[in-house]
């Protein structure tokens, strides 16, 4: 059975029980991380710790948990050697509900679980995913990491209903991200095309690797939003995510991308992701 953390201790998963009051479950009130694991580690700490740090920010969530500490021992108790580990990190779990936080604030809800994956053997690394647009509907401040991710469940439904396996959000005439992964291309010069980091996307722990990477490969990078048109138009494009790493997308609504596989820079960029991973 899995060993899961919460606030402090380490549980088997069915023990670990959460509050009716808790104000994610209430309000959407908690943010959250996963890293890839990969030989027995998570990976890219540095990057999650500081996006978590402005997520509890923007959720106005206190919390002072020795995370790499925490991560490290879920892993080793739960004997992973590829998959994911997830945390989250709520704001608490008051006496009744109420729109307000209480004040003083009660203790953060916290908790951890790890995940058995095909990271580095995905087959859909190999294969490709067909993708189909749809209108993007979420809050303005997608750049914090919370849970508030109905609309993402519902585009990955749609997608699912329609015979797909995802969807690219499109706001404004433009390309935002995908529903739980940052969206690229790779136009017909070879340049890789990128939604800038603002308020309307994920700031991607795997983009910021994923850009490094293609910049030390030579690409020209624009980051920049992208139109459904440029993206029919492209030679190749992918998304990136720590769930996945980097995978390739070779068909949107019905119209396959370049020629209808796997791009290769997409699968050079995977291969040295996966490098610097196992590196670190």
Same mark, same amino acid.
Request: net charge negative.
């Given at each position: 059975?899995?060993?899961? #953390?919460?606030?402090?201790?380490?549980?088997?998963?069915? %023990?670990?029980?959460?509050?009716?009051?808790?104000?994610?479950?209430?309000?959407?009130?908690?943010?959250?991380?996963?890293?890839?694991?990969?030989?027995?580690?998570?990976?890219? #700490?540095?990057?999650?710790?500081?996006?978590?740090?402005?997520?509890?920010?923007?959720?106005?969530?206190?919390?002072?948990?020795?995370?790499?500490?925490?991560?490290?021992?879920?892993?080793?108790?739960?004997?992973? @050697?590829?998959?994911?580990? *997830?945390?989250?990190? /709520?704001?608490?779990?008051?006496?009744?509900?109420?729109?307000?936080?209480?004040?003083?604030?009660?203790?953060?809800?916290?908790?951890?679980?790890?995940?058995?994956?095909?990271?580095?053997?995905?087959?859909?690394?190999?294969?490709?995913?067909?993708?189909?647009?749809?209108?993007?509907?979420?809050?303005?401040?997608?750049?914090?990491?919370?849970?508030?991710?109905? *609309?993402?469940?519902?585009?990955? %439904?749609?997608?699912?209903?329609?015979?797909?396996?995802?969807?690219?959000?499109?706001?404004?005439?433009?390309? @935002?991200?995908?529903?739980?992964?940052? +969206?690229?291309?790779?136009?017909?010069?070879?340049?890789?095309?990128?939604?800038?980091?603002?308020?309307?996307?994920?700031?991607?722990?795997?983009?910021?690797?994923?850009?490094?990477?293609?910049? *030390?490969?030579?690409?020209?990078?624009?980051?920049?939003?992208?139109?459904? %048109?440029?993206?029919?138009?492209?030679? %190749?494009?992918?998304?990136? +995510?720590?769930?996945?790493?980097?995978?390739?997308?070779?068909?949107?609504?019905?119209?396959?991308?370049?020629?209808?596989?796997?791009?290769?820079? /997409?699968?050079?960029?995977?291969?040295? *992701?996966?490098?610097?991973?196992?590196?670190?």
């Amino acid at each position: 059975m899995r060993t899961v #953390w919460l606030n402090g201790e380490f549980l088997p998963e069915t %023990e670990a029980k959460v509050s009716i009051f808790d104000r994610a479950l209430l309000f959407g009130q908690g943010v959250y991380e996963v890293s890839p694991v990969l030989d027995g580690h998570y990976c890219n #700490w540095s990057h999650h710790a500081a996006r978590l740090e402005r997520s509890k920010t923007t959720a106005r969530i206190e919390d002072d948990t020795d995370w790499p500490a925490v991560l490290a021992e879920l892993i080793e108790r739960n004997q992973l @050697t590829e998959g994911r580990v *997830y945390l989250q990190i /709520t704001g608490g779990a008051p006496a009744d509900r109420d729109f307000l936080s209480p004040q003083p604030p009660v203790p953060a809800t916290r908790f951890a679980f790890t995940q058995e994956a095909r990271v580095i053997d995905n087959p859909v690394a190999q294969s490709g995913t067909r993708v189909m647009l749809f209108p993007e509907a979420r809050w303005k401040v997608r750049s914090a990491k919370t849970t508030q991710l109905l *609309y993402a469940v519902m585009a990955k %439904e749609a997608a699912r209903d329609a015979g797909f396996d995802d969807a690219w959000l499109v706001e404004d005439g433009v390309i @935002t991200e995908q529903t739980s992964a940052n +969206a690229h291309i790779i136009d017909s010069r070879g340049v890789l095309i990128s939604h800038p980091v603002d308020h309307g996307v994920l700031p991607g722990v795997t983009r910021i690797c994923a850009l490094q990477i293609a910049r *030390y490969m030579g690409l020209e990078v624009e980051e920049r939003p992208f139109t459904p %048109e440029e993206l029919y138009a492209a030679r %190749e494009a992918f998304v990136s +995510a720590a769930g996945s790493l980097v995978l390739p997308v070779v068909q949107v609504d019905e119209k396959p991308i370049g020629n209808g596989g796997p791009g290769v820079v /997409t699968a050079e960029i995977r291969r040295r *992701y996966i490098d610097l991973l196992r590196a670190v």
